[in-house]
T-cell receptor, first 114, second 115 residues
C-alpha cells in the first residue's frame, strides 16, 4: 500500500517561530504536494514539487517555503508562524507517469499558532 | 474562477436514505480527470473513484454510484441506503492534462448520517 506519512498529527507553536512540517512517501512518486484545509474553503494548494529540488508555487504560497532534497521527503516551512496559519495541513504524493492517477494523502497535521 | 463547485455545504440524512452529492466542474481542456475523495473524522483523504473525460459510463460500486455527464459538466456521487459510517466530508477534484500535476478541489460536502 502507498503510504504518505506526516511527522505530526497535532502541533502547537508560538507566533514568530519557524515551523517545519515533514512528509515522507514510500512509493517513489515524483510529485508531492502541500495543501491547507480550512472550513468552507476546501483544500488549497500551497506548493508542489515534481522532482528533487524542484518546486512550484500553488495558490497560496505567501508565508511558506518548501524543501525537497530527497525524492521521498517534502518539507513545508513556515518561516515565521502567524495565527492566520492555524489550519490543517495535508501532504500528498502522486505518480507522474500516468496523468489520471490519484493522489495519496497523509493523515494531516493540525497546526495551532498561538 | 472556481474550477470545481460543490454547492452543498452540509447534508443530513437519516440512515438508509439515499443521498446524492453534487459536483460541477469547469475546464477548457478536452482531456481531464475527475475524482472523489472521502475524508472521515480521522482526517486522511481516502480515494474513492476517478474518471477520465472520455469515459462517460456511470459506475456502481456496492452502495456507491457515480453519474458523469459532460453535457452539464457534472460528476455526481450517490450513496444508496446510507449508513452512519458514511458520515464524512466528501471532496470532488479535477486534474487537467495541461496543468499536469495539480488537483483542483471543491470546497467539500459534509455528510451526516443520523441513526
Amino acid at each position: 500500500d502507498v503510504k504518505v506519512t506526516q511527522s505530526s498529527r497535532y502541533l502547537v507553536k508560538r507566533t514568530g517561530e519557524k515551523v517545519f512540517l515533514e512528509c515522507v512517501q514510500d512509493m517513489d512518486h515524483e510529485n508531492m504536494f502541500w495543501y491547507r484545509q480550512d472550513p468552507g474553503l476546501g483544500l488549497r494548494l500551497i506548493y508542489f514539487s515534481y522532482d528533487v529540488k524542484m518546486k512550484e508555487k500553488g495558490d497560496i504560497p505567501e508565508g511558506y517555503s518548501v524543501s525537497r532534497e530527497k525524492k521521498e521527503r517534502f518539507s513545508l516551512i513556515l518561516e515565521s508562524a502567524s495565527t492566520n496559519q492555524t489550519s490543517m495541513y495535508l501532504c500528498a504524493s502522486r505518480d507522474r507517469g500516468l496523468r489520471n492517477t490519484e493522489a495519496f494523502f497523509g493523515q494531516g497535521t493540525r497546526l495551532t499558532v498561538v | 474562477a472556481q474550477k470545481v463547485t460543490q454547492a452543498q455545504t452540509e447534508i443530513s440524512v437519516v440512515e438508509k436514505e439515499d443521498v446524492t452529492l453534487d459536483c460541477v466542474y469547469e475546464t477548457r481542456d478536452t482531456t481531464y480527470y475527475l475524482f472523489w475523495y472521502k475524508q472521515p473524522p480521522s482526517g486522511e483523504l481516502v480515494f474513492l473513484i476517478r474518471r477520465n473525460s472520455f469515459d462517460e459510463q456511470n459506475e456502481i460500486s456496492g452502495r456507491y454510484s457515480w453519474n458523469f455527464q459532460k453535457s452539464t459538466s457534472s460528476f455526481n456521487f450517490t450513496i444508496t441506503a446510507s449508513q452512519v459510517v458514511d458520515s464524512a466530508v466528501y471532496f470532488c477534484a479535477l486534474s487537467e492534462v495541461n496543468t499536469g500535476n495539480q488537483f483542483y478541489f471543491g470546497t467539500g460536502t459534509s455528510l451526516t448520517v443520523i441513526p
